[in-house]
């Protein structure tokens, strides 16, 4: 029962999804590709197109065309033999570029008509395609279809023209099946096209071209494109689709899932080496791609602007263009588009769901010139391993930055989880250049991934110094502080810190700190001249001596006390020269010695307390300034000698 159940849901499964899982037995057979008939007159000639694999042996080995007899197929021609019945009328060219060989036959007879083969290769390997050849008395024969060896996940292009007589008709594109030709897209569909389909007018009256991207297996068969009606005798031409699968053509994703406010990383395919192509990314509208998001030569759509970023990868021949800030409308089929290498083109699905980002951190953050501004970008440790980055957008392209990363909230306010990490990109100062957008992203073996972007503006007046992002920080008393341009955690610094209300209370503040010391050097050294001076006189008599008047100073009397200080009295004895002579003389009695010596003592004592008080004083002024507040000296007026 279960058995009959379990048959009975897989004949409910569409066929096109079986066929999508395996391919064609006619491809796993026979990856040499060729037209299925061909059609030609007596007397003129045809060409045989074979397609083969772009592998290197394939690319040397031996090409061939024979004539099947019965079990066997006898060579007609191959890459260094003709047979004698083909002399003169039959040739093989080999264009390994292309991966491709051309058989011609001229001069045909009716007994040319029969089945044949290309192959590469010995017959019976099983490199080879099956090809009937029919011969007609006389034209018109059938048109041969026109063939196309498409790669396994590649786009697929073709463009046909029916004349001008046909420029207001439908155009369109079917696929063959056994109950008709089943429709893939018409110029008279507007809405409910397919994503990775695409039909556009060319420049010529009645041409179109259509494009499909991500040919799958079930994707090969016989198709028609036409004008008009496919069931009347309009205009139509025969197109044979062959898939077959290159290991080295690299597959991308087809859907991308993105959360809103996060982004979503779309790679497509560009060669390098063709500098003069135009690569540009747009998004599908109805049967064609609308406007122009972003394109290789610096043009973005106002719209877009700090949403949207490419970024070429010539290594691996990949382009990466970045959509960041994601919402519910951008949800839609987005193409990459070249005027070269139609292969290469390729068409994407985008799905925004509710969400939260991976990466978190301030999208908009507003600074004043001449402040640090530091930029957090917060990310979970799913990311620990990846590499992390910085860059400047702009329309050209986003310029990578330096940054650091650092585990932990670099400064309170950031909203991120306390076991989140973070990388911080500080701008110190930050100048009005400086405004614009920032991304933060990562990446992982040359493969970008989410992004966040964040809005820097600059602001006028004193408000932004409010914001935790950047405190204008005397960097000679910060020991965490880094030259510009460096990315660090900024936790410690900015803990306990208050910002500045104003610029005038930042020039205050420094024009205080470099006149007080001055004032203090000033103050010390008049202190000193005066206090100096004032000792000078303090420590000074001035003496009488009949007609002569001297002044001797205090260190005279020191000396004279010090070497006679066993003696209670001293005697001076002068003589007058010239005029009447006279003779004076000076006795001191024990009384009044000691009163001359109790005077010279407190001359000293008030010296040395003058002295003591200017070190005192001194000592204050020192401290003061290395305080930065200035300091007022006061000086006692000197007092009389008792």
């Not at 031996?62 to 007609?76: A, D, E, F, N, P």
């Not at 650092?406 to 911080?424: I, K």
């Not at 005697?571 to 004076?584: A, L, R």
């Amino acid at each position: 029962m279960t058995l009959l159940a379990f048959l009975f849901l897989l004949t409910l499964v569409p066929a096109g999804c079986v066929r999508s899982r395996h391919p064609p037995k006619a491809a796993i057979s026979s990856p040499v590709f060729g037209p299925r008939e061909v059609h030609g007159v007596k007397g003129g000639s045809v060409t045989v197109k074979c397609f083969y694999p772009p592998t290197p042996m394939n690319k040397h080995d031996r090409k061939y065309w024979c004539r099947q007899k019965g079990s066997s197929c006898l060579t007609v021609v191959s890459s260094d033999f003709v047979a004698a019945a083909y002399q003169g009328r039959v040739t093989l060219t080999d264009h390994p570029q292309e991966n491709h060989f051309l058989v011609n036959i001229s001069a045909l007879e009716m007994s040319d008509a029969g089945t044949f083969q290309c192959g590469v290769g010995i017959n019976g390997r099983g490199l080879s395609f099956r090809v009937t050849l029919s011969v007609a008395e006389a034209p018109p024969v059938p048109e041969d279809a026109e063939l196309f060896y498409v790669k396994l996940r590649s786009t697929w292009t073709v463009t046909c023209s029916f004349g001008k007589e046909t420029a207001d008709m439908k155009k369109y594109l079917c696929k063959k099946e056994k109950d008709g030709c089943r429709n893939i897209i018409n110029s008279y569909q507007s809405t409910d096209v397919p994503g990775g389909l695409q039909l556009v007018f060319e420049d010529t009256s009645g041409s179109f071209r259509v494009t499909m991207t991500q040919m799958d297996w079930e994707d090969a068969g016989l198709y028609y494109c036409g004008a008009g009606d496919y069931e009347k005798d309009d205009p139509k031409k025969e197109l044979d689709v062959f898939i077959y699968e290159d290991k080295n053509f690299p597959h991308f994703k087809t859907n991308i899932t993105g959360k809103v406010g996060g982004s979503a990383s779309f790679e497509c395919l560009y060669d390098p080496l063709l500098n003069d192509s135009s690569r540009f990314w747009c998004k599908q509208r109805g049967r064609q791609c609308g406007t122009t998001i972003i394109d290789n030569n610096g043009r973005v759509q106002d719209t877009y602007e700090g949403r949207v970023t490419m970024f070429e990868n010539p290594e691996n021949k990949t382009l990466t263009i970045i959509l960041n800030q994601l919402q519910e409308k951008d949800k839609g089929t987005y193409w990459c588009m070249s005027n070269q290498l139609r292969e290469q083109q390729s068409s994407t699905d985008l799905t925004v769901v509710p969400g939260e980002p991976s990466l978190t951190g301030k999208k908009v953050v507003k600074a004043q010139a001449g402040s640090r501004v530091n930029l957090t970008c917060c990310y979970p440790c799913k990311y620990y391993s990846y590499e992390k980055y910085w860059c400047r957008w702009s329309n050209t392209g986003c310029a990578m930055l330096p940054v650091q990363q650092q585990q932990g909230l670099p400064q309170p306010g950031d909203a991120c989880e306390p076991n989140a990490r973070t990388v911080v990109l500080s701008l110190d100062p930050v100048t009005e250049e400086d405004e614009g957008w920032y991304w933060c992203g990562v990446k992982r073996n040359g493969v970008f991934g989410e992004t966040m972007a964040v809005e820097l503006q600059m602001s006028e007046g004193t408000d932004a110094n409010l914001i935790p992002e950047f405190l204008d920080v005397d960097s000679s008393h910060d020991p965490g502080a880094v030259p510009p341009g460096g990315a660090h955690s900024d936790a410690e610094v900015r803990k306990g810190a208050a910002p500045e209300s104003s610029d005038e209370s930042q020039g205050s503040n420094t024009l205080a700190l470099v006149l007080g010391p001055l004032a203090g050097l000033i103050l010390i050294a008049v202190t000193a001249f005066a206090i100096v001076k004032y000792r000078q006189l303090k420590r000074s008599d001035l003496v009488s001596v009949g007609s002569y008047r001297t002044n001797i100073s205090m260190s005279d009397f020191e000396s004279v006390r010090d070497f006679s200080a066993s003696n209670s009295a001293k005697e001076t004895h002068e003589t007058s020269m010239g005029g009447d002579e006279f003779i004076t003389t000076t006795t001191d009695t024990p009384d009044s010695a000691a009163n001359t010596t109790k005077a010279k003592r407190s001359s000293k004592e008030e010296a040395d307390l003058a002295y003591s008080s200017f070190l005192v004083t001194s000592s204050n002024i020192a401290q003061a300034s290395s305080g930065g507040d200035s300091a007022v000296l006061d000086v006692p007026p000197p007092q009389d000698q008792a």
